[in-house]
């Protein structure tokens, strides 16, 4: 059975500060790899899709790293701002049962 | 402008009734997903469907019913066995393989009262 963990929990930086919030899975046959923000109340927004052939995917201050190998994932934020204040959500889906698989989310606090 | 459509955004539910919970979507996608999320927890899978008229239990099915009759629709019935319902739902859509992208509705909170 997939499992998905996201470290760490919760994070608090001062606005500025470049950050990583990293993603482990234990099944490494996956099509895909998702990252998602998720604002209080509100339904999650796509940040960036890494295929399995893929290493890395990039938007803006975004960049989000895949080691299928070693099944791992990292979403770095550049330059971070309040407004990216957030939950971040890692999600994978399988080869096998198409069944999107979430982490429990990092929490993120940046201070103005 | 396509996407996901869930509603009501928010739902009571008294003691012993069934409530449905809408999701509609027009991206075309063959799988759709319910999820459930808990404050301060991860999101929980209760169903999916891959293609219209077939569905498959997730992780916490029990107390929930599910229908695809259409492609665009996916409707989640909270029975009156589903002793602790109180919850942000989350219906979700995607098609299959690699480089597919999954998108998720804005949710529905239900409350027990």
């Known amino acids: 059975k997939q499992e998905v963990t996201q470290i760490p929990a919760a994070l608090s930086v001062p606005e500025g500060e470049n950050l990583v919030l990293n993603c482990s899975f234990t099944?490494?046959?996956?099509?895909?790899l998702q990252w998602f923000r998720q604002d209080p109340g509100k339904g999650l927004t796509s940040l960036l899709l890494?295929?399995?052939?893929?290493r890395e995917q990039t938007s803006g201050r975004l960049n989000a790293s895949l080691d299928k190998s070693s099944g791992r994932s990292t979403l770095y934020i550049a330059a971070s701002q309040p407004g990216d204040s957030a939950t971040y959500l890692c999600?994978?889906?399988?080869?096998?049962?198409?069944?999107?698989?979430f982490g429990a989310g990092t929490i993120l606090r940046v201070k103005s | 402008d396509g996407g996901i459509t869930q509603s009501p955004k928010y739902l009571f539910r008294k003691e012993g009734q069934n409530v449905t919970l809408s999701c509609e979507q027009n991206?075309?996608?063959?799988?759709m997903y319910w999820y459930r999320q808990d404050p301060g927890q991860g999101l929980r899978l209760i169903y999916y469907?891959?293609?219209?008229?077939?569905?498959q239990k997730g992780d916490i099915a029990e107390g929930y019913s599910v229908s695809r009759e259409k492609k665009e629709s996916f409707p989640l019935t909270v029975t009156s066995a589903q002793k602790n319902p109180t919850a942000f739902y989350l219906c979700?859509?995607?098609?299959f393989g690699e480089g597919t992208e999954a998108f998720f509705g804005q949710g529905t909170r239900l409350t027990v009262v």
């Open positions: 099944d490494s046959a996956i099509y895909n």
């Open positions: 979700a859509s995607s098609m």
């Open positions: 999600a994978v889906i399988g080869e096998y049962g198409n069944k999107l698989v």
């Open positions: 991206l075309n996608h063959d799988a």
């Open positions: 469907s891959q293609i219209v008229n077939d569905f």
């Open positions: 890494i295929q399995s052939s893929q």
